[in-house]
Protein backbone atom coordinates (compact mmCIF):
# COMPACT_ATOMS: atom_id res chain seq x y z
CA UNK A 1 0.00 0.00 0.00
CA UNK A 2 3.08 2.32 1.27
CA UNK A 3 5.84 2.23 -1.79
CA UNK A 4 9.57 2.67 -1.22
CA UNK A 5 10.69 5.70 -2.89
CA UNK A 6 12.81 3.64 -5.48
CA UNK A 7 9.95 1.18 -6.52
CA UNK A 8 7.36 2.19 -8.91
CA UNK A 9 4.39 2.83 -6.96
CA UNK A 10 1.09 0.49 -7.84
CA UNK A 11 -1.49 2.91 -8.62
CA UNK A 12 -4.14 0.48 -8.00
CA UNK A 13 -3.09 0.03 -4.60
CA UNK A 14 -2.54 4.07 -3.73
CA UNK A 15 -5.38 5.46 -1.39
CA UNK A 16 -5.33 9.87 -2.02
CA UNK A 17 -4.41 10.85 1.34
CA UNK A 18 -7.02 12.62 3.56
CA UNK A 19 -7.47 16.68 4.55
CA UNK A 20 -9.86 19.49 5.05
CA UNK A 21 -8.37 22.55 4.09
CA UNK A 22 -10.59 23.61 2.11
CA UNK A 23 -13.69 22.93 3.87
CA UNK A 24 -13.99 26.66 6.18
CA UNK A 25 -12.86 28.96 3.00
CA UNK A 26 -16.08 27.22 0.96
CA UNK A 27 -18.40 28.34 4.27
CA UNK A 28 -17.29 31.18 4.15
CA UNK A 29 -17.40 31.76 0.25
CA UNK A 30 -21.16 30.79 0.97
CA UNK A 31 -21.91 33.41 3.20
CA UNK A 32 -20.38 36.01 0.91
CA UNK A 33 -22.55 35.61 -1.68
CA UNK A 34 -25.28 35.53 1.29
CA UNK A 35 -24.73 38.67 2.37
CA UNK A 36 -25.35 40.65 -1.00
CA UNK A 37 -28.38 38.23 -1.73
CA UNK A 38 -29.55 39.24 1.84
CA UNK A 39 -28.88 43.09 0.73
CA UNK A 40 -30.43 43.14 -2.53
CA UNK A 41 -33.77 41.64 -1.12
CA UNK A 42 -33.12 44.15 2.02
CA UNK A 43 -33.14 47.29 -0.73
CA UNK A 44 -36.08 45.59 -2.59
CA UNK A 45 -38.44 45.64 -0.09
CA UNK A 46 -37.04 49.12 1.49
CA UNK A 47 -37.60 50.41 -2.64
CA UNK A 48 -41.61 48.46 -2.49
CA UNK A 49 -42.72 49.24 0.67
CA UNK A 50 -40.76 52.46 1.61
CA UNK A 51 -41.50 51.89 5.33
CA UNK A 52 -39.30 51.87 8.40
CA UNK A 53 -38.98 47.70 8.35
CA UNK A 54 -35.11 48.43 7.54
CA UNK A 55 -33.70 48.41 11.04
CA UNK A 56 -35.92 45.11 12.01
CA UNK A 57 -34.67 43.07 8.88
CA UNK A 58 -30.72 44.40 9.00
CA UNK A 59 -30.83 43.40 12.36
CA UNK A 60 -30.84 39.42 12.03
CA UNK A 61 -28.38 39.96 9.30
CA UNK A 62 -25.73 41.50 11.70
CA UNK A 63 -26.35 39.47 14.53
CA UNK A 64 -25.36 36.43 11.60
CA UNK A 65 -22.70 38.23 10.56
CA UNK A 66 -20.89 38.81 13.57
CA UNK A 67 -21.17 35.05 15.07
CA UNK A 68 -18.87 34.25 12.18
CA UNK A 69 -16.30 36.36 13.73
CA UNK A 70 -16.66 34.77 17.19
CA UNK A 71 -15.71 31.20 16.31
CA UNK A 72 -12.91 29.43 15.02
CA UNK A 73 -14.27 26.40 12.76
CA UNK A 74 -13.71 23.26 13.88
CA UNK A 75 -11.25 21.15 11.57
CA UNK A 76 -13.16 19.30 9.36
CA UNK A 77 -12.36 15.45 8.19
CA UNK A 78 -12.50 15.44 4.33
CA UNK A 79 -15.32 13.46 2.89
CA UNK A 80 -15.66 11.91 -0.25
CA UNK A 81 -14.60 8.46 -2.37
CA UNK A 82 -10.94 9.42 -2.40
CA UNK A 83 -10.72 9.96 1.06
CA UNK A 84 -8.91 6.72 2.65
CA UNK A 85 -10.58 4.81 5.26
CA UNK A 86 -7.72 3.05 7.33
CA UNK A 87 -3.98 3.95 5.90
CA UNK A 88 -1.30 2.07 7.72
CA UNK A 89 1.92 3.51 7.62
CA UNK A 90 3.91 0.93 8.71
CA UNK A 91 5.73 -2.23 7.83
CA UNK A 92 3.34 -5.08 8.04
CA UNK A 93 4.63 -8.03 9.83
CA UNK A 94 7.54 -6.29 11.17
CA UNK A 95 9.13 -7.93 14.32
CA UNK A 96 8.83 -4.81 16.29
CA UNK A 97 5.79 -2.39 16.72
CA UNK A 98 6.62 1.31 17.71
CA UNK A 99 4.18 0.71 20.45
CA UNK A 100 6.89 -0.76 22.14
CA UNK A 101 9.38 2.09 21.29
CA UNK A 102 8.14 4.41 24.52
CA UNK A 103 9.90 6.85 26.77
CA UNK A 104 10.98 5.66 30.48
CA UNK A 105 8.26 6.47 33.07
CA UNK A 106 10.63 6.75 35.69
CA UNK A 107 13.83 8.61 36.42
CA UNK A 108 15.61 10.21 39.00
CA UNK A 109 14.96 13.76 37.70
CA UNK A 110 11.45 13.92 36.42
CA UNK A 111 9.68 17.48 35.84
CA UNK A 112 5.47 17.43 35.10
CA UNK A 113 2.97 19.57 32.80
CA UNK A 114 -0.47 19.46 32.51
CA UNK A 115 -1.98 20.98 29.16
CA UNK A 116 -4.70 21.51 28.96
CA UNK A 117 -6.37 22.00 25.03
CA UNK A 118 -9.16 24.86 25.62
CA UNK A 119 -10.62 27.10 23.61
CA UNK A 120 -10.25 30.77 24.07
CA UNK A 121 -10.13 34.84 22.90
CA UNK A 122 -6.61 35.66 22.55
CA UNK A 123 -6.07 39.72 22.64
CA UNK A 124 -3.55 40.46 20.32
CA UNK A 125 -2.91 43.93 21.16
CA UNK A 126 -4.68 47.43 19.57
CA UNK A 127 -8.06 45.98 20.30
CA UNK A 128 -8.24 43.11 18.17
CA UNK A 129 -8.91 39.97 19.61
CA UNK A 130 -8.96 36.48 17.80
CA UNK A 131 -10.73 32.54 18.29
CA UNK A 132 -8.27 30.78 18.85
CA UNK A 133 -7.27 27.00 20.48
CA UNK A 134 -5.00 27.22 23.36
CA UNK A 135 -3.10 25.10 25.48
CA UNK A 136 -4.10 26.62 28.95
CA UNK A 137 -5.88 29.72 27.94
CA UNK A 138 -2.92 31.17 26.07
CA UNK A 139 -1.16 31.19 22.90
CA UNK A 140 1.74 30.63 22.33
CA UNK A 141 0.84 27.98 25.47
CA UNK A 142 3.19 28.01 28.70
CA UNK A 143 6.92 27.75 27.97
CA UNK A 144 7.95 24.55 29.49
CA UNK A 145 11.46 24.61 30.66
CA UNK A 146 13.34 21.64 31.97
CA UNK A 147 17.31 20.13 32.09
CA UNK A 148 19.45 18.08 29.98
CA UNK A 149 18.59 15.17 31.38
CA UNK A 150 15.09 15.59 32.94
CA UNK A 151 12.19 13.07 31.73
CA UNK A 152 9.49 15.06 31.33
CA UNK A 153 6.00 14.24 31.50
CA UNK A 154 3.62 15.62 30.30
CA UNK A 155 -0.37 15.05 30.78
CA UNK A 156 -2.44 16.40 27.78
CA UNK A 157 -6.14 16.99 28.22
CA UNK A 158 -8.34 17.81 25.68
CA UNK A 159 -11.33 20.03 26.33
CA UNK A 160 -12.16 21.06 22.29
CA UNK A 161 -14.36 19.18 20.62
CA UNK A 162 -11.69 17.28 17.95
CA UNK A 163 -8.62 15.27 18.22
CA UNK A 164 -5.63 17.04 19.33
CA UNK A 165 -1.65 15.57 19.51
CA UNK A 166 1.39 16.85 20.85
CA UNK A 167 4.51 16.92 18.39
CA UNK A 168 7.97 17.87 20.49
CA UNK A 169 8.93 19.40 17.12
CA UNK A 170 13.22 19.12 16.99
CA UNK A 171 13.10 17.01 20.10
CA UNK A 172 14.36 13.33 19.43
CA UNK A 173 12.12 11.47 21.39
CA UNK A 174 11.51 7.55 21.10
CA UNK A 175 8.85 7.28 18.64
CA UNK A 176 5.62 6.59 20.08
CA UNK A 177 6.01 10.02 21.89
CA UNK A 178 6.67 11.41 18.27
CA UNK A 179 2.58 13.11 18.72
CA UNK A 180 1.43 12.19 15.11
CA UNK A 181 -1.79 11.21 14.33
CA UNK A 182 -2.73 7.90 12.83
CA UNK A 183 1.36 7.16 12.77
CA UNK A 184 2.53 6.72 16.81
CA UNK A 185 -0.78 7.47 18.40
CA UNK A 186 -4.55 7.83 17.66
CA UNK A 187 -5.67 11.57 18.03
CA UNK A 188 -6.43 12.73 22.14
CA UNK A 189 -10.54 12.84 21.96
CA UNK A 190 -12.42 15.41 23.16
CA UNK A 191 -12.83 14.49 26.92
CA UNK A 192 -10.17 12.61 27.07
CA UNK A 193 -6.29 12.62 28.07
CA UNK A 194 -2.99 11.35 26.95
CA UNK A 195 0.61 11.48 28.55
CA UNK A 196 3.84 11.96 26.64
CA UNK A 197 7.01 10.80 28.34
CA UNK A 198 10.30 11.88 26.91
CA UNK A 199 14.53 12.24 28.31
CA UNK A 200 15.25 15.87 27.23
CA UNK A 201 18.70 14.49 26.32
CA UNK A 202 19.82 17.82 24.07
CA UNK A 203 19.97 21.19 25.58
CA UNK A 204 18.56 24.07 23.59
CA UNK A 205 14.85 25.66 22.08
CA UNK A 206 12.22 23.43 20.97
CA UNK A 207 9.25 23.74 20.38
CA UNK A 208 5.53 21.62 20.86
CA UNK A 209 2.48 21.90 18.55
CA UNK A 210 -0.39 19.74 17.84
CA UNK A 211 -0.56 16.95 14.74
CA UNK A 212 -3.89 16.41 14.16
CA UNK A 213 -4.73 18.32 11.38
CA UNK A 214 -1.33 20.69 12.03
CA UNK A 215 -1.95 23.36 9.81
CA UNK A 216 -5.07 24.03 11.26
CA UNK A 217 -4.41 23.51 14.59
CA UNK A 218 -1.13 24.73 15.04
CA UNK A 219 -2.13 28.04 13.11
CA UNK A 220 -5.37 27.54 15.13
CA UNK A 221 -3.24 28.36 18.56
CA UNK A 222 -1.78 24.95 19.35
CA UNK A 223 1.67 25.59 20.19
CA UNK A 224 4.18 26.50 22.31
CA UNK A 225 7.75 26.68 23.25
CA UNK A 226 9.96 24.28 25.43
CA UNK A 227 13.36 25.09 26.53
CA UNK A 228 16.12 22.43 27.47
CA UNK A 229 18.73 24.21 29.67
CA UNK A 230 21.91 22.57 29.41
CA UNK A 231 23.59 20.81 32.37
CA UNK A 232 26.65 22.28 31.53
CA UNK A 233 26.29 25.75 30.10
CA UNK A 234 28.90 26.55 27.56
CA UNK A 235 27.80 30.34 27.99
CA UNK A 236 26.81 32.93 30.83
CA UNK A 237 23.70 34.58 29.78
CA UNK A 238 22.53 37.06 32.70
CA UNK A 239 18.66 37.62 31.14
CA UNK A 240 17.23 34.90 29.03
CA UNK A 241 13.93 35.23 26.85
CA UNK A 242 11.84 33.48 24.21
CA UNK A 243 9.34 34.79 21.78
CA UNK A 244 7.12 33.02 19.10
CA UNK A 245 6.36 34.92 15.78
CA UNK A 246 2.85 33.89 14.74
CA UNK A 247 1.02 34.31 12.17
CA UNK A 248 -3.08 34.32 13.19
CA UNK A 249 -5.70 33.98 10.57
CA UNK A 250 -7.79 36.65 11.05
CA UNK A 251 -11.47 35.82 10.73
CA UNK A 252 -11.38 38.43 7.14
CA UNK A 253 -8.92 36.62 5.58
CA UNK A 254 -6.15 38.65 6.30
CA UNK A 255 -2.89 37.25 8.15
CA UNK A 256 -2.05 39.17 11.59
CA UNK A 257 1.36 38.74 12.67
CA UNK A 258 2.07 38.76 15.98
CA UNK A 259 5.15 38.20 18.60
CA UNK A 260 3.99 36.04 21.41
CA UNK A 261 0.45 37.24 21.59
CA UNK A 262 1.02 40.82 20.64
CA UNK A 263 1.05 42.66 17.00
CA UNK A 264 2.41 45.66 18.85
CA UNK A 265 6.00 46.13 21.05
CA UNK A 266 6.52 43.37 23.85
CA UNK A 267 8.71 45.17 26.61
CA UNK A 268 11.54 42.63 28.27
CA UNK A 269 13.76 44.24 31.08
CA UNK A 270 17.68 43.79 30.99
CA UNK A 271 20.38 46.27 32.17
CA UNK A 272 23.53 47.99 31.03
CA UNK A 273 26.39 45.64 30.35
CA UNK A 274 23.78 42.28 30.72
CA UNK A 275 24.32 39.82 28.36
CA UNK A 276 21.23 38.80 27.37
CA UNK A 277 20.21 35.23 25.39
CA UNK A 278 16.88 35.84 23.44
CA UNK A 279 15.32 32.86 21.56
CA UNK A 280 12.79 33.26 18.31
CA UNK A 281 10.47 30.54 17.55
CA UNK A 282 8.99 30.88 13.93
CA UNK A 283 5.85 29.16 14.74
CA UNK A 284 4.39 30.80 12.10
CA UNK A 285 4.14 28.80 8.34
CA UNK A 286 5.65 31.35 6.51
CA UNK A 287 9.28 32.54 6.49
CA UNK A 288 10.09 35.77 8.32
CA UNK A 289 12.89 38.40 8.46
CA UNK A 290 14.17 39.72 11.78
CA UNK A 291 17.34 41.87 12.90
CA UNK A 292 18.34 43.31 15.91
CA UNK A 293 18.95 47.20 16.35
CA UNK A 294 20.86 48.35 19.29
CA UNK A 295 23.76 46.08 19.23
CA UNK A 296 26.25 43.86 18.06
CA UNK A 297 24.90 39.83 17.97
CA UNK A 298 25.82 36.70 17.58
CA UNK A 299 23.72 33.41 16.47
CA UNK A 300 24.21 31.35 19.06
CA UNK A 301 22.39 28.07 18.27
CA UNK A 302 20.67 27.06 15.37
CA UNK A 303 16.99 24.44 15.98
CA UNK A 304 18.72 24.43 19.42
CA UNK A 305 22.10 23.41 18.44
CA UNK A 306 25.52 25.39 19.04
CA UNK A 307 27.02 27.51 16.15
CA UNK A 308 30.56 26.86 16.55
CA UNK A 309 33.03 30.30 16.90
CA UNK A 310 29.80 32.40 16.14
CA UNK A 311 30.70 36.29 15.08
CA UNK A 312 29.61 39.37 15.92
CA UNK A 313 26.58 40.47 13.85
CA UNK A 314 25.41 44.31 13.05
CA UNK A 315 21.24 44.40 11.82
CA UNK A 316 22.59 41.04 9.43
CA UNK A 317 18.55 40.34 8.50
CA UNK A 318 18.12 36.89 10.01
CA UNK A 319 15.65 34.66 7.41
CA UNK A 320 14.03 32.28 10.41
CA UNK A 321 12.15 29.35 8.26
CA UNK A 322 8.80 28.21 9.48
CA UNK A 323 9.43 26.23 12.87
CA UNK A 324 13.34 26.95 13.09
CA UNK A 325 14.42 28.80 16.03
CA UNK A 326 17.55 31.44 16.04
CA UNK A 327 19.09 31.83 19.87
CA UNK A 328 20.84 35.13 19.69
CA UNK A 329 23.04 36.82 22.06
CA UNK A 330 24.15 40.47 22.80
CA UNK A 331 25.48 42.07 25.45
CA UNK A 332 23.39 45.19 26.57
CA UNK A 333 24.79 48.46 25.16
CA UNK A 334 25.38 51.66 27.93
CA UNK A 335 22.79 53.42 26.80
CA UNK A 336 19.37 52.72 25.08
CA UNK A 337 17.23 49.68 23.98
CA UNK A 338 18.22 46.76 22.14
CA UNK A 339 15.12 46.02 19.01
CA UNK A 340 14.11 42.67 17.61
CA UNK A 341 12.05 44.23 14.55
CA UNK A 342 10.44 42.28 11.73
CA UNK A 343 10.03 43.09 7.63
CA UNK A 344 6.77 42.35 5.57
CA UNK A 345 8.71 42.97 2.59
CA UNK A 346 11.93 42.18 3.02
CA UNK A 347 12.78 45.90 1.90
CA UNK A 348 11.87 48.03 5.36
CA UNK A 349 11.65 47.25 8.83
CA UNK A 350 8.66 47.80 10.81
CA UNK A 351 7.87 49.46 13.97
CA UNK A 352 5.34 46.69 14.78
CA UNK A 353 5.28 44.03 16.21
CA UNK A 354 8.42 44.10 17.95
CA UNK A 355 10.19 43.20 20.84
CA UNK A 356 12.10 46.10 23.02
CA UNK A 357 14.61 45.05 25.71
CA UNK A 358 15.94 48.08 27.98
CA UNK A 359 14.80 51.31 28.37
CA UNK A 360 13.48 53.22 25.54
CA UNK A 361 11.40 52.43 22.51
CA UNK A 362 11.35 51.19 19.16
CA UNK A 363 13.81 53.31 17.10
CA UNK A 364 11.55 56.15 15.08
CA UNK A 365 13.73 55.66 11.71
CA UNK A 366 14.50 51.95 10.82
CA UNK A 367 16.94 50.97 9.01
CA UNK A 368 16.65 49.64 5.14
CA UNK A 369 17.08 45.73 5.14
CA UNK A 370 20.56 44.71 3.91
CA UNK A 371 21.17 42.52 1.00
CA UNK A 372 23.44 40.28 2.80
CA UNK A 373 21.33 38.43 4.78
CA UNK A 374 22.62 35.97 7.33
CA UNK A 375 24.16 32.12 5.75
CA UNK A 376 24.33 29.64 8.01
CA UNK A 377 26.65 28.05 5.44
CA UNK A 378 29.62 30.62 6.04
CA UNK A 379 29.29 31.33 9.43
CA UNK A 380 30.81 30.45 13.07
CA UNK A 381 34.22 28.31 12.57
CA UNK A 382 34.90 25.00 11.25
CA UNK A 383 35.14 22.11 13.94
CA UNK A 384 35.33 18.26 12.98
CA UNK A 385 32.12 16.87 12.44
CA UNK A 386 31.07 12.76 12.90
CA UNK A 387 29.10 13.62 9.50
CA UNK A 388 31.01 14.99 6.95
CA UNK A 389 31.44 14.83 3.05
CA UNK A 390 33.64 11.76 3.64
CA UNK A 391 31.56 9.76 5.56
CA UNK A 392 30.22 6.62 4.12
CA UNK A 393 26.79 7.32 3.24
CA UNK A 394 24.41 3.91 2.83
CA UNK A 395 22.06 5.85 1.04
CA UNK A 396 21.87 9.05 -1.28
CA UNK A 397 18.43 10.25 -2.04
CA UNK A 398 17.39 13.01 -4.59
CA UNK A 399 14.39 14.60 -3.46
CA UNK A 400 12.57 17.52 -5.84
CA UNK A 401 10.37 19.86 -4.46
CA UNK A 402 7.87 20.86 -6.59
CA UNK A 403 4.57 22.65 -7.59
CA UNK A 404 1.84 22.02 -9.70
CA UNK A 405 -2.29 22.04 -9.86
CA UNK A 406 -3.03 18.94 -9.66
CA UNK A 407 -5.42 16.68 -6.78
CA UNK A 408 -4.90 16.24 -3.01
CA UNK A 409 -7.61 14.29 -1.56
CA UNK A 410 -10.08 14.73 -4.49
CA UNK A 411 -9.30 18.30 -3.89
CA UNK A 412 -8.68 20.37 -6.98
CA UNK A 413 -5.76 22.78 -6.23
CA UNK A 414 -2.13 23.92 -5.89
CA UNK A 415 -0.11 20.89 -4.65
CA UNK A 416 3.17 20.66 -3.54
CA UNK A 417 5.41 17.47 -3.96
CA UNK A 418 8.04 15.11 -3.50
CA UNK A 419 9.51 14.27 -6.80
CA UNK A 420 5.97 15.05 -8.78
CA UNK A 421 4.16 12.99 -6.45
CA UNK A 422 1.55 13.89 -3.19
CA UNK A 423 1.91 12.07 0.08
CA UNK A 424 0.84 9.22 0.61
CA UNK A 425 2.19 8.55 -3.19
CA UNK A 426 5.54 10.33 -2.43
CA UNK A 427 6.39 6.98 -0.80
CA UNK A 428 8.89 6.33 1.94
CA UNK A 429 12.83 6.01 2.32
CA UNK A 430 13.75 2.78 4.12
CA UNK A 431 16.43 3.31 6.35
CA UNK A 432 18.12 0.96 9.38
CA UNK A 433 20.17 1.46 12.52
CA UNK A 434 23.04 2.91 12.28
CA UNK A 435 23.29 4.10 8.64
CA UNK A 436 23.93 7.18 7.54
CA UNK A 437 21.64 8.61 5.09
CA UNK A 438 22.37 11.52 2.57
CA UNK A 439 19.36 13.67 1.18
CA UNK A 440 19.63 16.31 -1.77
CA UNK A 441 16.84 18.37 -1.38
CA UNK A 442 16.39 20.86 -4.54
CA UNK A 443 13.84 23.48 -4.65
CA UNK A 444 12.60 23.96 -8.24
CA UNK A 445 9.75 26.48 -7.49
CA UNK A 446 9.60 30.23 -6.40
CA UNK A 447 8.49 29.62 -3.25
CA UNK A 448 10.33 28.96 0.38
CA UNK A 449 10.20 25.08 1.53
CA UNK A 450 11.10 24.54 5.59
CA UNK A 451 11.96 21.10 5.35
CA UNK A 452 11.49 19.26 8.25
CA UNK A 453 12.42 16.13 9.68
CA UNK A 454 11.10 14.16 12.53
CA UNK A 455 13.27 12.20 15.43
CA UNK A 456 16.74 12.77 14.26
CA UNK A 457 18.91 15.95 13.76
CA UNK A 458 20.77 16.66 10.81
CA UNK A 459 23.72 17.91 9.37
CA UNK A 460 24.02 20.46 6.46
CA UNK A 461 26.44 19.39 3.96
CA UNK A 462 26.30 21.47 0.87
CA UNK A 463 24.45 24.49 -0.07
CA UNK A 464 24.00 24.92 -4.05
CA UNK A 465 26.48 22.01 -4.68
CA UNK A 466 29.18 23.81 -2.56
CA UNK A 467 30.53 22.79 1.07
CA UNK A 468 29.71 24.45 4.34
CA UNK A 469 32.97 26.85 4.71
CA UNK A 470 31.90 27.65 8.59
CA UNK A 471 30.63 25.89 11.66
CA UNK A 472 29.05 22.62 11.41
CA UNK A 473 25.22 22.96 10.86
CA UNK A 474 22.86 21.05 12.89
CA UNK A 475 19.23 21.32 12.30
CA UNK A 476 15.91 19.33 12.38
CA UNK A 477 14.25 21.92 9.50
CA UNK A 478 16.03 23.40 6.38
CA UNK A 479 14.48 26.51 4.74
CA UNK A 480 15.42 26.59 1.33
CA UNK A 481 15.07 29.47 -0.98
CA UNK A 482 13.11 29.31 -4.04
CA UNK A 483 15.49 27.49 -6.67
CA UNK A 484 17.96 26.26 -3.78
CA UNK A 485 19.53 23.14 -3.29
CA UNK A 486 20.93 21.32 -0.17
CA UNK A 487 22.56 18.25 0.70
CA UNK A 488 21.56 16.89 4.33
CA UNK A 489 22.73 13.94 6.29
CA UNK A 490 21.95 11.90 9.61
CA UNK A 491 22.21 9.02 11.08
CA UNK A 492 19.65 6.58 11.56
CA UNK A 493 19.57 6.32 15.44
CA UNK A 494 16.02 5.92 16.21
CA UNK A 495 14.22 3.42 14.96
CA UNK A 496 10.40 4.17 14.01
CA UNK A 497 8.53 6.01 11.77
CA UNK A 498 9.40 9.70 10.70
CA UNK A 499 8.08 12.13 9.15
CA UNK A 500 9.98 14.39 6.65
CA UNK A 501 7.63 17.20 5.39
CA UNK A 502 7.51 20.68 4.84
CA UNK A 503 7.05 22.69 7.16
CA UNK A 504 4.77 25.33 5.51
CA UNK A 505 1.93 23.46 6.86
CA UNK A 506 -0.43 24.30 4.14
CA UNK A 507 2.14 22.73 1.53
CA UNK A 508 2.30 19.54 4.11
CA UNK A 509 -1.66 19.98 3.49
CA UNK A 510 -1.55 19.93 0.49
CA UNK A 511 0.93 16.65 -0.22
CA UNK A 512 4.78 17.40 0.70
CA UNK A 513 4.82 14.99 2.99
CA UNK A 514 6.66 11.10 2.75
CA UNK A 515 8.05 8.86 5.48
CA UNK A 516 11.73 7.65 6.73
CA UNK A 517 11.24 4.22 7.66
CA UNK A 518 12.69 1.45 9.77
CA UNK A 519 11.26 -1.70 9.66
CA UNK A 520 8.80 -1.03 12.01
CA UNK A 521 5.03 -1.75 12.46
CA UNK A 522 2.11 0.48 13.99
CA UNK A 523 -1.60 -0.19 15.14
CA UNK A 524 -2.57 2.91 13.98
CA UNK A 525 -4.15 4.33 10.85
CA UNK A 526 -4.76 7.17 8.95
CA UNK A 527 -8.19 8.08 7.40
CA UNK A 528 -11.60 8.22 8.10
CA UNK A 529 -12.46 4.92 10.25
CA UNK A 530 -9.94 6.57 12.82
CA UNK A 531 -10.26 10.20 12.12
CA UNK A 532 -6.30 10.88 12.28
CA UNK A 533 -5.46 13.47 9.63
CA UNK A 534 -1.70 14.08 10.71
CA UNK A 535 -1.74 17.20 8.41
CU1 LIG B 1 6.80 20.63 13.62
CU2 LIG B 1 5.84 17.24 11.54
O1 LIG B 1 6.26 19.00 12.59
CU1 LIG C 1 6.73 23.98 1.28
Known amino acids: MYTPVAEKPQETAIQEYALSQDMPVKVRKQRHLLLPAMLTILAFILIVSGSVWKGELAAPALTKASSTVNTLPAPQPPTGPEVPNALNMGMAGAPTSLTAL ?59 SFGVTIHWHGINVPNMEDGVAGVTQDAIKPGRSYVYHFIASDPGTYWYHSHQFSYDETTGGLYGTIIVDPATPTTHDDVDYNVALHDWNATNNQTLFAIDSTTGTLNKAARPGQWVRLRIVNSASSQHLVTLLGAPFQVAALDGHDVNGPQMLSETPLPI ?76 YDIKLGMEMGDSLGRQGM ?112 GTASGNFPD
Open 102 to 160: HGPTTAAHVKQFTLTAQAAQIQLGSGVSIPAWTFNGSAPGPTLRVQQGDLVVVTVVNHL
Open 321 to 396: GAAQRYDLRFQMPTHGPVTLVTSADNQHYQATPAVVIGQGNVPATLPAVSQQWFDLTTYGLPKADPINLQSHFAAS
Open 415 to 526: VYTFNGKVFPNTGMIMVQEGQIIRLHLDNTTDLVHPIHLHGHTFTVLTHNGKPLTGSPIHLDTINIQPHNSYDIAFLANNPGIWMLHCHNLLHANWGMDMMIMYNISTPYTV
